[in-house]
């Protein structure tokens, strides 16, 4: 008995070891990220992500999933978002290349839920964290929350996101 149980217990570990490496920020919380530069894009000038009950369908399908995501994190939708930027990566998401620095770069900030989704760079890849604004790590191991989910729409919308830049300055 003791060895079957040792035997589950190995197992069990063994199955949930994905989840949990997976779990956690890849990038640091951006401290003083308050100070960032607000960009003017696509989706500040929306002002919010459009409801739950909103129909979508005329949308790109970039929008589609993004509103289908956050709106698994809060009934009713996340409401009014900005985007942040970090001062000195400016010049390269001004100019969409891709080739930003190492450390956070750009913030989603979900205001009326007190989130930020934070993009990063490590040795040119992109890397995500999810934060509440007082600097708690609130990414899961899977779901709305995770940071495969970031990683899975930043890498599957070509057309629009570059290296982790989803979004593009609007004058």
């Not at 079957?4 to 919380?29: C, D, E, K, R």
């Not at 949308?59 to 996340?78: D, F, H, K, M, N």
């Not at 620095?101 to 930020?116: Q, R, T």
């Amino acid at each position: 008995m003791k060895r079957l149980l040792s035997i589950t217990v190995f197992l069990f570990a063994f199955m949930a070891l994905p989840y949990i490496s997976n779990a956690g920020s890849g990038i640091g919380f951006p401290q003083g990220w308050e100070k960032w530069t607000p960009v003017n894009t696509t989706l500040v000038q929306i002002g919010a992500l459009p409801g739950c009950d909103a129909d979508v369908k005329t949308l790109p399908p970039i929008y589609q999933e993004t509103v289908a995501t956050y709106c698994s994190v809060r009934a009713g939708g996340p409401g009014k978002v900005g985007v942040l930027v970090n001062p000195s990566a400016l010049p390269v998401y001004g100019a969409r290349s891709g080739k930003f620095g190492d450390g956070a770069n750009a913030i989603l900030h979900l205001k009326e839920m007190k989130v930020l989704f934070v993009t990063g760079h490590k040795g040119g890849e992109a890397v995500y964290g999810i934060y509440s604004e007082d600097g708690k790590d609130i990414s899961a191991p899977e779901g709305p929350l995770s940071t495969q989910t970031c990683v899975a729409c930043h890498t599957g919308y070509q057309a629009f996101c570059i290296k982790g830049q989803c979004g593009k300055v609007i004058k």
